[in-house]
C-alpha cells in the first residue's frame, strides 16, 4: 500500500536522524565525564570585560565565523539524571551532557499545569504521527534549535548581524538600529529580532514567534507570546557564552533559561557553507500528507 | 493669520522646483559605494515581472496576469526533444512545477518568486563573499568574490555553487553545480545539471539595478539565451524581510 511505504520512509527518515543523533551523544558522552562535571557554570561568571576584539568599520567585534556547542550538539535541555546523581524518572532524557536549563536551579522548566501535560503528552509521542512529529523532522525551522544541531555561522555587515544556520539554510536578520519591532499581528517561525552590543555582549530581542517549533526533541514548546532575550557573550576569538531567558506567561510560571558555550569551528582554511536542501532531501518526512495521518 | 499658509505654499514650490532636478541627474559618481570603490548594492531588492508566471510573452489566463516578457527576442532556443519536454511541462504544469513542492527554485528563478531579497555587501576582509538573503523559503546564497574557483564537481546543488567578480561597475556571478530539478517559471521552462548561469547586477541609480541573464545549457538550448529585468529598491521606511516558509503539505492542519 501506497501508505504504508510512505510511512515506512518516513520512518527511515527518523531512524536517520535518530542514528546521527544517537552517534552525536556517544561522542558527547565521552567528552562529558559525569553530571557534576558537566554541568553549565552559573549564569553571572560571563563576562566579557578581558577581551579587546578586533573591530569592523561600523564598531562592531568582529565574531564572523562558524561557531559550535563546546559539547554535544543534541539539543535536550534537561539532565538525563536528577541533581542526586539518580536517573530521571520518566527515563527519556538520553543526553549525557550538561543541562542547558540553567536556571531554576532544578534544572526543570517552569511549566504551567496545563502545560507540563501537554510537554509530557507531547513527549510520549514524539515517535508518533500527525501532530505529534517534531516540526524539526519535517525540516520546519526552530530559533532555537539551529545553534545546537548544525553550523551556526555569524555574519556581520554594516548596521546588521546575520545568525545562518546550516539545518535547512534558516537565518535571522537582525538589525543593530533602534527600529522597533515588527507587529504584533505577523508572527514568524524564525521570530523578529533587534540586537545592540554591550561591549563584547550581543544582546538579542526576540519577539513575534509563531512558536511552531518546539524547543527540544523532548516535546518543550513555548507559545506566540514568548519574549526572548538571548545574550552572546564573546569571552575571546575562542569562546562564546549563550544564554537565552524564557519568559511567556501563557506557558511558564516563571521566566526561565538556558546556557551553554560555543566555541569555533575547527576547519580548514577556506572552509564554506554548501547547501543544506534538509525540505528537498526529506522528501517522504517534508512533502507527504499521508505519512502524518492518524492510524484509525 | 496669513503667514502660516504662503509659508506652507512657499516650501511646497522651493520643494517642487528641486524635485525634478534631482531626480534627473543620477550621475555614476552619485551611485553609493563601499569604501574600497565597489557600487554598494546593499539593501532589499524586488522584481515587479511576470517573469515567474512565463518568461515569454504571455496573454492573462485565470490567475495569471498577462506580461511581456523577459527573453532577449522572447524566443527560447529549445532543441527539438526539449521542445516537447518543455509543452509537456506545461500541459501538466499545475502539478509539475517544482514550486509547487517548495523545492529551492533555482538561478535565476529565486530572483524573480516575486518576494523581497536583501543583498549584504561590505569591503575589507567581509568582501570576500557577498551574502544575499531571500524572504522565499528562507534561500540563502554566497556569492564569493575572493577570486576561488568553483568546487570541482561533479555536484548537484538546487541553488547551484556562485563565484562572483567585478567587471567595472557590474558585479558578474557564474553559476554552475545545479541538478536537473528545477524549472524557471510556471510555464515549464526547464534545464538539465549542465546549466550555466551568469548573472550580471549593474545599478543604473541608486535604487534601481539592471539585472541581465545568460543561461547555457548544451544538453538542452541549441545556443545560450539572454533574459533582463530590472531590480527595484525597497525604500518604505522600517521595510524588512518577512518569512514565505513554503510547505509542500497542509502545516496548518498539524501545527495551527
Given amino acids: 500500500m501506497r501508505i504504508g511505504a510512505r510511512g515506512f520512509s518516513a520512518i527511515a527518515a527518523l531512524i536517520l536522524r535518530g542514528l546521527i543523533s544517537w552517534g552525536l551523544i556517544l561522542w558527547g558522552g565521552i567528552l562529558a565525564p559525569g553530571p557534576a562535571a558537566g554541568q553549565a557554570p552559573p549564569s553571572d561568571t560571563a563576562t566579557s570585560a578581558a577581551w579587546n576584539p ?8 568582529d565574531v564572523q565565523g562558524m561557531w559550535i556547542t563546546a559539547v554535544n550538539a543534541v539539543f535536550i535541555l534537561t539532565p538525563a539524571v536528577t541533581d542526586d546523581g539518580a536517573p530521571r524518572p520518566d527515563g ?31 513527549q510520549a509521542n514524539k515517535d508518533g504521527e500527525g501532530e505529534f512529529v517534531d516540526p524539526q523532522i519535517r525540516c520546519l525551522p526552530s530559533p532555537i534549535r539551529g545553534a545546537f544541531w548544525q553550523d551556526f555561522q555569524i555574519l556581520q555587515y554594516p548596521g546588521y548581524i546575520i545568525f545562518e544556520y546550516e539545518g535547512n539554510h534558516v537565518f535571522r536578520i537582525i538589525p543593530l538600529d533602534d527600529r522597533p519591532h515588527a507587529s504584533n499581528r505577523i508572527k514568524l517561525w524564525m521570530g523578529d529580532s533587534r540586537a545592540h552590543w554591550e561591549g563584547t555582549t550581543l544582546v538579542v530581542d526576540e519577539t513575534n514567534m509563531n512558536s511552531k517549533g518546539r524547543l527540544s526533541r523532548e516535546g518543550d514548546f513555548a507559545s506566540e507570546t514568548l519574549h526572548l532575550t538571548e545574550r552572546y557573550t564573546f569571552l575571546d576569538s ?49 512533502l507527504s500528507d499521508l505519512n502524518l495521518s492518524s492510524k484509525k | 493669520m496669513n503667514k502660516t499658509p504662503h509659508i506652507a505654499m512657499l516650501i511646497g514650490a522651493v520643494a517642487l522646483s528641486f524635485t525634478p532636478a534631482a531626480a534627473q541627474s543620477p550621475a555614476a559618481s552619485a551611485l553609493p559605494r563601499l569604501a574600497d570603490g565597489k557600487p554598494d548594492l546593499s539593501g532589499i531588492w524586488q522584481v515587479f515581472s511576470t517573469a515567474n ?22 524566443e527560447i532556443p529549445y532543441q527539438p526533444w526539449a521542445l516537447a519536454k518543455k509543452q509537456e511541462n506545461f500541459k501538466n504544469r499545475a502539478t509539475a512545477d517544482p514550486e509547487t513542492k517548495c523545492y529551492l527554485p533555482g538561478v535565476p528563478r529565486i530572483t524573480y518568486t ?25 534561500t540563502n546564497r554566497y556569492i564569493y568574490t575572493n577570486g576561488t574557483p568553483h568546487p570541482k564537481g561533479p555536484i548537484e546543488w538546487w541553488m547551484g555553487d556562485s563565484r562572483g567578480h567585478w567587471e567595472g561597475d557590474t558585479l558578474v556571478v557564474d553559476n554552475v553545480h545545479f541538478n536537473d530539478q528545477t524549472w524557471f517559471d510556471r ?58 516558509e513554503c510547505y509542500g503539505f497542509d502545516v496548518e492542519k498539524y501545527y495551527p
Wanted: hydrophobic share 30%; aromatic share 12%; net charge negative.
Fill in chain 2, 114 to 138: 516575486g518576494l523581497p531579497f536583501q543583498f549584504f555587501q561590505a569591503s575589507g576582509k567581509a568582501s570576500e563573499k557577498i551574502t544575499i538573503l531571500y524572504e522565499y523559503a528562507h
Fill in chain 1, 54 to 61: 578586533p573591530r569592523l568599520p561600523d564598531g562592531q567585534p
Fill in chain 2, 187 to 244: 510555464a515549464g521552462n526547464f534545464h538539465s545539471e549542465q546549466l550555466h548561469v551568469v548573472e550580471r547586477y549593474t545599478l543604473i541609480d541608486p535604487d534601481h539595478i539592471n539585472y541581465q541573464v545568460t543561461v547555457e545549457d548544451p544538453k538542452v538550448f541549441t545556443r545560450p539565451w539572454n533574459l533582463s529585468m530590472i531590480l527595484y529598491r525597497r525604500k518604505e521606511k522600517n521595510f524588512q524581510l518577512l518569512e514565505y
Fill in chain 2, 53 to 74: 508566471f512565463d518568461l515569454q510573452d504571455h496573454a492573462a489566463q485565470k490567475g495569471v496576469p498577462a506580461g511581456q516578457g523577459v527573453v532577449e527576442g522572447n
Fill in chain 1, 238 to 286: 575562542k569562546k562564546m557564552h549563550y544564554e537565552a531567558t524564557f519568559d511567556d506567561p501563557t506557558v511558564y510560571t516563571r521566566p526561565w533559561k538556558i546556557g551553554a558555550d560555543f566555541i569555533p569551528k575547527r576547519a580548514p582554511a577556506g572552509y564554506e557553507q554548501w547547501e543544506e536542501a534538509c525540505h528537498e532531501g526529506e522528501r517522504d518526512a517534508a
Fill in chain 1, 92 to 122: 527519556r532524557a538520553r543526553q549525557s551532557g550538561p543541562s542547558r536549563v540553567i536556571d531554576p536551579p532544578d534544572h526543570q522548566i517552569p511549566y504551567q499545569p496545563w502545560a507540563k501535560e501537554k510537554q509530557q503528552r507531547l
